[in-house]
């Protein structure tokens, strides 16, 4: 094995961590920061109202936020990894029972200042959890029945504790980051083949246990002209939006769906439409590439990070932030029933950009601290 | 630190495999979401712009402007007002209830237009327009505006609606405009295209049968429209066309007198032009007010004029089917003559009545009028002279030169839809209709205008016109410069085998007018700038019986309802004729008193307005 001298002095001089920054990555989620700031303006019709105000001054913190993340030491993402996990746990039992109601769930918990959305938090502690109970394991260990039961209560638990809220689609996103780590770890590819068809089998009797308001989304989704004024709506006016916008879009602050209030939800889940539709096919394009390379730059620091817990980290959070980006864009353009998931960093709500920033963070500190080993 | 080489080197090919499929599948899907995007935005995006317009636009129709309608001298007799109206935003209005009731006390609603405009408030949305009143008398529309300081949100507006000035003269003729019904829009085409609520469109008369030409179009205003249907703002605003204007071949002056000469009675007068058709007055009486029809009459108004006895709401003119009586006899003798069965020198003993198989057949004179020729028959109009010819002549050959003089067929064509076709009945007809045998002496009172035969007033006008004119074809019209007909080509063919035919009966005419014994002699005008040529008719109603004819009762000791109509067919000037004229009293009595008087003031004033009209057509044609 490699010894390098310098790694042994355990920590670098805070010019050489700024010089091992990831500027493209920065780069990338400025200017995500800048078009979600432009969107949010462009949502209160022009003016910089409530919603722009908020969503800046989140962003704001939560980027100087994750800029002292990655100045700490990768050892201490490890280190604190059940705790960080038990800790949300923690807030997840104190929000079923003492939560905040609202529009039919009890998701947020009231911190005086702010309302955090646990779940959020959890959709990222729970790749750190699960990275650090792969770190050490051996691989022939990976398949160990005991291994997978332990892997599948962690992600298990928080996922029944916001499935009570009831919050079905975070508590997929939370799945689906849990899953991505199972994957990289080296969970034998059959699991995840024989958890595929069981669950496409079980899916007919999985929707007969959705919620009479789920049910009808699926259903508006295989045919949102059943109901065009209802459960439809959304669909149909978001699938308008984007399409009326063309190749270079209807133009900034021009949307009319958006701004004669066809549009739903457009601060949170439905941006991409409000976005899609005033900058069109290129801006929409140019966003997904965006995107894409803030995707591939996560997964190259994975790649050049020494420790297999960062790499199992970078990896399944660039997943992670995959998937939420893909699910959001298929379900505004219409390829997937309506859940409501936010797109990272565009969507308003401050619980899940405390979530994507504290990531960012992690693989940042991974970055300047690529050369870190952990024991 | 990973000291287990073996195992870390292991774990590191695993986890950059799976790295690698990931990142391919990344890939793909990230190429699918754009793919998507592009069929989506490039592809598809002229439908889903479509359909964001169709979200966002709105447009609002305004009622059209009709055309006018202008009598021959370019008086409006259907003309556009300016309405008062009273319309209230309720979004605008700070206090609905308080504003609402003011309203109330201020128009002094009654407690029934009261609740009407409350629920009509409730069924729009707070930023839709709730017209409180239609119709504002200028009175109340001044006192709204001297109080609308405290009447926020009210808006006194001023809307176009339809009027007509000459109030009944013109109702029959021009008939009248109300609010569009369902049945309306489903049988019109541009009633349904031009809908907007409360748009008024014509429902008798004119105004309906050329609803086409008046209608015009809509104003279009388009709105930019939020999701809740809120104007955000206003995007084009197309102006509409005004209806066409329609001048009538009418004379108001003409119109009026025959209005007052009806007064108090129901029949109809009707004047043509004998050489162009031309309508110069047409009026069916008794007649009713259209205005109280275009805001909705009342429902006592309607009841009025429903169960008047008189009967309003018939057009008499053109629906009305009479026994012609005596007025057919010019036909019966042209026919006769046409068709060689007479001549002038062909007489026959007149002695008050005559026995035809089996049956008494009674001049109206008692005593009878002795011999009697052709041209003595016509002025006395006798009875007996014509039972014979008629029978000589037979049923079919009479029902034939009727039929050519526009008896049996509609006058206007398909210009009124009301118009009764009359009957002129023959051998065949009855087989057809009645499906019986025709008997010889329906043959014979048919020769005097009773039995089957019908005749609309406007017929008999037209029937006088074409014999006057010296018996050449003409059709009928009303309105000048009509687009939509053509002149027909057979226009003046001739309906006469031999003119000197036509020349015996317009003698004929003459002397009944204009010499003693004639019928009406006593409506006589000797100054040959006015003289006119005419026969009387008297249609009985019901059958005179024996008794009846022993009492011969003055028509004044006689029920209404069974008293004879009295009819008048004339033209003139005699020496160079002009115009025909036919007057119908319903229940008058004798053609000679009652409706021969008509004529006679009818012509004084037509052939005095004669100059003027014809100066007013030579103007039109100096002015291009």
Not at chain 1, 321 to 338: D, E, Q, R
Not at chain 2, 353 to 360: H, N, S
């Amino acid at each position: 094995m490699y010894q390098h001298t310098r790694l042994s002095k355990g920590s670098f001089s805070l010019f050489q961590k700024f010089k091992s920054f990831d500027y493209i990555l920065l780069a990338c989620i400025l200017l995500l920061g800048t078009l979600s700031l432009t969107t949010m303006y462009s949502t209160d019709g022009g003016k910089v109202l409530f919603h722009t105000k908020s969503h800046f001054v989140k962003l704001v913190t939560f980027t100087i936020m994750m800029l002292i993340f990655s100045f700490i030491n990768i050892k201490f993402w490890f280190s604190i990894g059940y705790l960080f996990y038990l800790i949300v746990i923690g807030l997840l039992i104190w929000t079923y029972y003492f939560g905040i109601k609202a529009s039919g769930s009890q998701r947020w918990m009231d911190l005086y200042f702010i309302n955090l959305q646990p779940s959020e938090l959890m959709k990222i502690c729970i790749i750190l959890c699960l990275a650090k109970y792969f770190h050490r394991m051996k691989l022939e260990n990976v398949n160990s029945i005991y291994t997978i039961l332990t892997s599948l209560i962690i992600i298990l638990l928080p996922m029944g504790l916001v499935i009570v809220q009831p919050d079905l689609g975070t508590s997929l996103l939370i799945s689906i980051s849990g899953i991505a780590v199972l994957w990289f770890a080296g969970i034998n590819h059959k699991y995840f083949i024989y958890t595929m068809i069981g669950f496409l089998i079980s899916l007919p009797f999985i929707i007969s246990f959705l919620k009479p308001y789920q049910k009808l989304r699926v259903l508006s989704f295989l045919n949102p002209d059943r109901d065009p004024l209802g459960a439809g709506y959304q669909i149909i006016q978001s699938k308008i939006a984007v399409g009326s916008g063309g190749l270079f879009g209807k133009g900034f602050l021009k949307g009319t769906q958006s701004y004669l209030e066809f549009l739903p939800e457009k601060h949170t889940d439905f941006i991409f439409t409000l976005f899609s539709e005033e900058f069109g096919f290129v801006g929409s394009a140019l966003l997904l590439i965006i995107y894409a390379i803030t995707i591939y730059r996560i997964v190259v620091i994975g790649a050049s990070s020494r420790s297999y817990f960062a790499k199992i980290f970078c990896y399944s959070f660039a997943a992670a932030i995959f998937v939420y980006i893909t699910i959001n864009m298929s379900m505004v353009l219409g390829l997937l029933p309506i859940v409501g998931s936010p797109l990272p960093i565009m969507s308003y709500g401050g619980s899940s950009m405390l979530a994507t920033m504290i990531g960012f963070g992690i693989v940042m500190s991974a970055k300047v601290h690529s050369q870190q080993a952990i024991a | 630190m990973i000291n287990s080489s073996s195992d870390s080197v292991k774990k590191l090919n695993s986890i950059n495999r799976r790295m690698f499929i990931t990142g391919s599948l990344k890939f793909f899907i990230m190429m699918g979401l754009i793919s998507r995007l592009f069929f989506l935005q490039v592809k598809e995006n002229k439908k889903y712009l479509t359909l964001s317009d169709k979200n966002r636009i709105r447009e609002w129709k305004l009622a059209p402007v009709r055309g006018e309608i202008y009598d021959y001298f370019g008086n409006v007799i259907a003309g556009n007002f300016e309405a008062y109206q009273l319309h209230v935003i309720p979004e605008q209005v700070e206090d609905f209830r308080y504003v609402i009731y003011r309203l109330k006390d201020l128009l002094e609603l009654s407690d029934k237009s009261f609740k009407k405009v409350l629920k009509k408030k409730n069924e729009i949305k707070p930023w839709e327009t709730l017209i409180v009143s239609d119709n504002l008398s200028w009175e109340n529309f001044s006192k709204i505006n001297n109080h609308l300081y405290d009447l926020n949100g009210v808006k006194p507006v001023i809307s176009i609606s339809r009027n007509y000035p000459f109030k009944e003269n013109f109702t029959h003729v021009i008939g009248y405009v109300s609010q569009a019904n369902e049945n309306d829009i489903e049988n019109n085409e541009i009633i349904k295209k031009n809908f907007v609520p409360g748009l008024k469109v014509g429902k008798t008369g004119l105004e309906k049968s050329l609803e086409q030409q008046l209608i015009g179009s809509n104003d279009i205003e388009r709105y930019e429209v939020n999701a809740y249907g809120r104007r955000i703002s206003q995007l084009e605003f197309q102006k509409g066309q005004k209806g066409e204007s329609l001048r009538l071949t009418i004379d108001t002056e003409i119109q009026k007198l025959a209005n007052v000469l009806l007064k108090d009675q129901a029949g109809s007068i009707c004047v043509m032009d004998i050489y162009s058709g031309s309508i110069i007055a047409m009026h069916s009486s008794p007649s009713f007010d259209p205005n109280l029809f275009v805001f909705g009459i009342s429902k006592d108004d309607w009841q009025l004029i429903r169960n008047d006895p008189m009967k309003p709401l018939v057009n008499k003119t053109l629906q009305g089917n009479y026994s012609p009586g005596s007025t057919i006899k010019p036909i019966v003798a042209l026919s006769a003559l046409e068709n060689g069965i007479i001549n002038t020198n062909f007489t026959v003993k007149c002695t008050g009545k005559t026995e035809l198989y089996g049956q008494t057949y009674h001049c109206w004179k008692k005593k009878g009028h002795g011999f009697v020729s052709l041209r003595n028959a016509m002025k006395q109009s006798c009875d007996t002279y014509f039972y014979e010819i008629a029978r000589k002549l037979g049923v079919d050959k009479l029902s034939e030169t009727a039929k050519k003089f526009g008896l049996g067929d509609k006058v206007f064509d398909k210009l009124f839809d009301i118009e009764k076709k009359g009957l002129v009945p023959n051998t065949q007809w009855k087989k057809n209709a009645l499906g019986k045998g025709w008997l010889l002496g329906e043959t014979i009172i048919t020769g005097i205008g009773q039995g089957y035969i019908q005749t609309t007033p406007i017929q008999l006008c037209l029937m006088t016109a074409q014999i006057a004119n010296g018996g050449y074809k003409i059709y009928p019209k009303i309105i000048v410069d009509d687009k939509n007909k053509d002149q027909p080509d057979d226009k003046f063919t001739p309906l006469y085998e031999n003119p000197e035919n036509i020349r015996i009966v317009q003698d004929a005419m003459f002397g009944s007018t204009n010499e003693v014994m004639g019928t009406s002699y006593r409506s006589r005008i000797s100054d040959p700038k006015y003289q006119f040529a005419g026969k009387t008719g008297t249609a009985q109603v019901k059958k005179i019986t024996e008794r009846d004819r022993e009492l011969d009762l003055k028509t004044f000791q006689i029920p209404y309802e069974e008293r004879d109509h009295a009819l008048y067919i004339a033209y003139g000037p005699y020496k160079h004729p002009r115009y025909a004229v036919s007057v119908i009293v319903e229940h008058g009595g004798n053609g000679s008193t009652t409706a021969a008087p008509m004529a006679k003031k009818l012509f004084k004033s037509i052939i005095d307005r004669h100059e003027l009209r014809v100066s007013i057509n030579n103007k039109r044609y100096m002015d291009i």
